[in-house]
């Protein structure tokens, strides 16, 4: 291999796009020396970490938090989560070999402990910086994970099929300061959440350094408005090759800037919230970060399955906040949980449990201003035909008030965003 | 100036039968061809060309079965207890290997195999065996562009779907409904689509009592088996296995003939799904109890499948974009090693053979492109052009690229147009992209080479300046799609 001698002009002497291409290549190659894939996602996305540089001010103040999505994927079992000790003995009956036994519980109130992996969002709760929302669905919850990852990514109801995600419809009305991606993405799969209308409103970037080496020799283009699918498609690809050119500057100033502080545990979660934690730091004014965790997916083997996957996620925010914290930064920032439906109270014969419907969602943050429990506590003897808890809160109440005490948006753009006259809910921010 | 070309008349095929459109054929059902195989095609009319591709892979023998085909767990043991760890990741490796290059020897059946997978999901991080992943593969290909429903009967009892949808953990006394839901809502039917939340249970119910033994067999184990009456589909009886798949393709046929159908044709035709034609391929399904060759015929040999609309409106999956370029750029893969690239390389760029990233498999389409896995797919392209495989003969293989494509030697624009127009579908959409492009191929040579006529084609170094342009038309969005 290496053959060639150059690639840029027709300067023999030019060495140093060879070098460029060769550590492409070896980057990728040695991807060979792990087994087959594992483990490589984490794997790509190192980077060595940079040295510090002064704290840029913060523009955000009042309702314009920065908002942290994460998103439980496959299903979390809000049952497990928030464990019922208002109702443990029919619960425990439920749950003959998956419920928590009561004093491994944390216990958070008298109602209610959390797992007890989630040990370390005990500190969070004593900080007045969590609260959690009880209950939330949303009428006639499909069973389907793509059907209700859709309701909830695009904010419909369960019989409506929208193209555009919340966000995205959201963030189609907001200008942003130029080079200042509007939202972020840190994830393998991008989300349906932050689709505009038009074009997407976030940027997937799992390795900043490396986008903006990539889009080094690389041109914008016009967007050509053409309405053939042919002509829409190339558009799309434009405007994400237009926005990666834009943006790979400042979002790598800015990563290079922020520098992780505190002790963080090695796995893909926390790896891409200490990115999240980095940009922040590093001044970069971007809105809304999406992570995504999972497979919460828990048909079987759940015990061990959920407790590895509550445990990294704890540990994650615990450790984000305590680097913000570093900064003085956890008053700009709320994290939020979501998942597409929790699960059956019922466990399966395979030490698992199959889809529900309602759970609870997790925010943090000390902008919350102190820690509580919102919402009725579920009916657990009060089913569906299916063996379900029956939904509570409107998932879309929660991003009525996201949008509205989150990200300072009034009322009347959160009805047009939510396509309806959700209430924010009181008590959160 | 290009070759000049036969041209095929008929009334409902596109009259235009040149290599733009059997490139587009190709690319579309295959992963592209080699620029002579597109012309030597030319000769033959669409409906022949059609009928050789499914024909040919009907008759193509399965891969030949590995040695360790069959082994058992315990033949992975060490000495000192453990597994194996090494041997199992090589024997995976070489069924990963086998698949990339099925895809580039066999054309169509790879595409299909690679289709399949992406339909009925499975992911090797939820079963870990190569003796798992060969017979869901062997399943795949032998059934590539054969019988849907006997498909859908394998599939479902291979160990790999067994473990990965719990049906090995599903049992009477609690049953476990995911494989029943997917099965109706992902593999068959649809969501939402003519079957209730009571059938996914009761289904559920007649499929218990399945269980994987030792990494290769399937067993029955009757104790676990719920011998209760189901109702399923409205019709009660003791249901089992076999009998479930029956009725479902009895009771519920139009609807899976349909959606199988609108599926293939947007894997295939486009994103925009066209009722007429899904209909008739529909109708050819049921006609053709389930075989699926005679609804790709349908599909493949109808006028609007080469209508200008859907052309280039495909967003190229990372395997059809670096196999198309390999086969474009007439590279050999002389290596194993370098099937296990572009495994890698799609890996690192959203599709990851055989560990879609749920049960719904890859989105596709917009799907595959966002910030980094676009950047991404650029680096890789580079890579492919410049360091891919055996490049002792630089200058010659891409002199012979722009050599085939045109006889023209002096002038840059008439060269880079026929570069341009033999790697993207449909050429370039934007009045500066040319200008660009020939910016490009120049590169920092002085204008007034080419003013003064000094300049030509077969002047030394001239192949960096076709791997210039090649590095150009990589990053237009026209080069991602098909």
């Known amino acids: 291999m290496c053959e060639h001698k150059k690639r840029k002009g027709l300067d ?149 099929f929208l193209d555009s995600g919340w966000l995205g419809r959201y963030f189609e009305t907001v200008d942003n300061p130029k080079g200042i991606p509007k939202a972020m993405e840190i994830a393998e799969e991008g989300s349906q959440l932050f689709e505009g209308k038009a074009m997407p409103q976030s940027l997937n970037v799992k390795a900043p350094t490396e986008l903006f080496d990539a889009t080094e020799d690389a041109f914008r283009f016009d967007l050509s408005n053409e309405d053939s699918l ?59 970060y999406r992570v995504s965790h999972g497979d919460f997916d828990t048909h079987s083997e759940q015990s061990w399955k959920h407790r590895t996957l509550l445990q990294e996620l704890a540990q994650a925010i615990h450790a984000f906040y305590e680097d913000l914290s570093k900064m003085n930064l956890q008053d700009e920032v709320v994290v939020m949980t979501y998942s597409e439906f929790g699960r ?70 959160s009805h047009q965003v939510l396509k309806g006259n959700f209430q924010p809910l009181n008590g959160i921010f | 100036m290009t070759h000049s070309l036969p041209q095929y008349e008929s009334s409902s095929l596109p009259k235009e039968w040149n290599v733009k459109m059997v490139q587009y054929l190709y690319r579309r059902v295959a992963f592209g061809l080699p620029y002579q195989e597109y012309v030597d095609k030319t000769e033959s009319s669409p409906e022949q060309i059609v009928d050789d591709i499914i024909d040919e892979t009907l008759g193509l023998p399965l891969s ?4 360790w085909y069959n082994w058992s767990e315990k033949k992975y043991q060490l000495s000192n207890g453990k597994e194996n760890e090494k041997l199992i990741d090589q024997h995976t490796r070489e069924w990963t290997i086998e698949t990339v290059k099925g895809m580039f020897d066999d054309g169509f059946r790879g595409k299909l195999v ?20 060969y017979q869901y593969h062997r399943i795949l290909q032998e059934f590539a562009l054969g019988n849907f429903r006997e498909m859908v009967i394998r599939i479902g009892l291979t160990p790999a779907m067994l473990m990965y949808l719990n049906g090995e953990a599903n049992n009477k006394e609690q049953p476990n409904e995911n494989y029943a839901r997917e099965l109706l809502e992902l593999f068959t039917l649809g969501r939402d689509n003519g079957y ?59 609807e899976i003939a349909e959606y199988i159908s609108r599926t293939i044709y947007k894997e295939f035709a486009c994103f925009q799904i066209d009722e007429d034609v899904v209909q008739k391929m529909a109708k050819a399904m049921i006609e053709h109890d389930f075989e699926l060759a005679p609804v790709f015929r349908v599909l493949l040999k109808h006028p609007r499948f080469y209508d200008e ?26 290596k194993e090693e370098y099937f296990y690239e572009i495994f890698e390389s799609a890996y690192y760029t959203g599709q990851a053979l055989f560990s879609p990233p749920n049960v719904a498999g890859w989105k596709g389409q917009r799907n595959w492109i966002n910030s980094t896995r676009l950047t991404r797919r650029w680096e890789v392209l580079s890579g492919i052009l410049y360091q891919y495989g055996d490049k002792s003969n630089f ?48 590169g920092e040579w002085d204008e007034e080479l080419f003013e003064n006529g000094w300049w030509n084609l077969d002047r030394e170094d001239t192949h960096w300046q076709i791997a210039m342009l090649i590095h150009y038309l990589i990053r237009l969005p026209e080069f991602h799609v098909c």
């Not at chain 1, 079992?77 to 009956?93: C, E």
């Not at chain 1, 834009?246 to 922020?258: E, F, P, R, T, V």
């Not at chain 1, 502080?261 to 809304?288: C, E, M, P, S, W």
């Not at chain 1, 997790?362 to 569906?384: C, H, V, Y």
């Open chain 2, 64 to 67: 030949k079965r590995p040695r």
């Open chain 2, 309 to 334: 609309s859907i052309q280039g409106t495909k967003i190229k999956s990372p395997y059809e974009l670096y196999l198309t370029f390999l086969n474009e750029l007439g590279m050999e893969i002389k």
């Open chain 2, 114 to 133: 690679l289709f399949w997978s992406n339909h009925f999901v499975t992911s090797y991080w939820h079963y870990v065996s190569p003796q798992m992943l």
């Open chain 1, 12 to 160: 023999l002497s030019d060495a140093s796009a060879h070098e460029k291409d060769h550590q492409v290549w070896s980057r990728r190659s040695f991807l060979k020396t792990s087994s087959l894939m594992a483990g490589a996602s984490f794997f790509l996305s190192q980077l060595p970490i940079a040295s510090a540089y002064a704290r840029n001010k913060m523009s955000s103040k009042g309702s314009n938090k920065i908002i942290v999505l994460i998103e439980l994927e496959g299903g979390n079992d809000g049952l497990n989560t928030l464990i019922p000790l208002y109702d443990f003995d029919h619960y425990k009956s439920k749950r003959k070999r998956l419920h928590i036994p009561k004093h491994q519980t944390v216990g958070l109130t008298k109602e209610y402990g959390l797992h007890p992996a989630l040990k370390p969002l005990k500190s969070l709760w004593d900080k007045g910086m969590m609260k959690v929302i009880n209950g939330v669905g949303y009428p006639e919850s499909s069973l389907s994970h793509f059907r209700s990852k859709d309701v909830w990514s695009t904010s419909s109801s369960a019989n409506e």
């Open chain 2, 196 to 254: 209730t939340q009571e059938d996914i249970r009761e289904i559920a119910r007649a499929f218990t009592g399945y269980t994987v033994e030792d990494w290769n067999e399937v067993a029955f184990n009757d104790e676990l088996h719920d011998n209760g009456a189901k109702t399923i589909f409205g019709k009660k009886g003791n249901w089992t296995y076999d009998d479930v798949i029956e009725l479902l393709f009895e009771e519920r046929g139009r």
């Open chain 2, 395 to 442: 200058r010659e293989w891409l002199m012979g690229v722009a050599d085939q494509l045109t006889d023209e030697k002096h002038n840059p624009e008439i060269i880079c147009l026929a570069i341009i127009d033999y790697f993207l579908p449909l050429g370039l959409s934007q009045p500066n992209e040319l200008e660009r492009a020939v910016k490009q191929f120049k």
């Open chain 1, 344 to 413: 059956r109270l019922e466990e399966n014969g395979s030490e698992g449990t199959d889809h529900g419907t309602a759970a609870p969602m997790m925010l943090f943050g000390t902008a919350l201003g102190g820690s509580a429990i919102i919402g009725d506590p579920m009916n657990l003897r009060d089913l569906d035909a299916n063996g379900n808890v029956k939904y509570d809160i409107d998932f879309r109440t929660v991003y009525s008030t996201v949008l509205q005490h989150g990200l300072g948006a009034n009322a009347a753009l």
């Open chain 1, 230 to 288: 042919y002509g829409k498609e190339l558009d799309f690809i434009r405007s994400v090759t237009n926005s990666a050119i834009d943006y790979s500057k400042s979002i790598k100033q800015a990563y290079l800037k922020g520098k992780n502080q505190g002790k963080y545990f090695r796995n893909d979660i926390t790896h891409h919230l200490r990115q999240v934690a980095k940009y922040i730091k590093g001044g970069l004014g971007t809105r809304v």
